[in-house]
T-cell receptor, first 113, second 114 residues
């Protein structure tokens, strides 16, 4: 039981490049989330998916797109990376209605030059 | 428990002492309040939650207190251990808005001295 896995762990991009962050969970959760965490800040929600086939914007969606590929996988895409997107990105699952516990992956540390 | 700029508030305690981490929340309509622990280089981990109609809840070595009058939440850790060193985040949840998503505070760093 791996929980929530994320790839890659680290990535350096140049401004304007694109990339996709991958996330998978094996806990059969309906809900999945993407957060970003900046130094000295809490987590801010980028996008979420309450169930397979649905996605919705969170607090800071600009510059990102997501795909809920199936129940297990939820990917985050940066189409044209900007230095302001330098951050640590966390994927989480669980925490659907009536459940406050979200399970987080280990994070992806992204630097945009 | 709220940070200013890039610097997290830090609480330094001696091993074996009790720790109290505080958090001010913003939405009086929030249904639940939750504490997460984040160790260095890892994702956050759920500790405990409390419903808005309660004022106290206990877990293993942890107690959460909720004061709705002043919109204040605290996490008490008994007999603090080196393994408790981490950043602690409070979060609030309002099922009536934003699809019930979690809104995280900025965190407090707990440092345990051996």
């Amino acid at each position: 039981n791996a929980g929530v896995t994320q790839t890659p762990k680290f990535q350096v991009l140049k401004t304007g490049q694109s990339m996709t962050l991958q996330c998978a969970q094996d806990m059969n959760h309906n809900s999945m989330y993407w957060y970003r965490q900046d130094p000295g800040m809490g987590l801010r929600l980028i996008y979420y998916s309450a169930s397979e086939g649905t996605t919705d914007k969170g607090e800071v969606p600009n510059g990102y797109n997501v795909s809920r590929l199936n129940k297990r996988e939820f990917s985050l895409r940066l189409e044209s990376a900007a230095p302001s997107q330098t951050s640590v990105y966390f994927c989480a699952s669980g925490g659907g209605f009536g459940d406050n516990e979200q399970f987080f992956g280990p994070g992806t540390r992204l630097t945009v030059l | 428990g709220e940070s200013v700029g890039l610097h997290l508030p830090t609480l330094s305690v001696q091993e074996g002492d009790n720790s109290i981490i505080n958090c001010a929340y913003s939405n009086s309509a929030s249904d639940y309040f939750i504490w997460y622990k984040q160790e260095s280089g890892k994702g956050p981990q759920f500790i405990i939650d409390i419903r808005s109609n309660m004022d106290k809840r206990q877990g293993q070595r942890v107690t959460v207190l909720l004061n709705k009058t002043v919109k204040h939440l605290s996490l008490q850790i008994a007999a603090t251990q080196p393994g408790d060193s981490a950043v602690y985040f409070c979060a609030e949840r309002n099922y009536g808005g934003s699809q019930g998503n979690l809104i995280f505070g900025k965190g407090t760093k707990l440092s345990v001295k051996p």
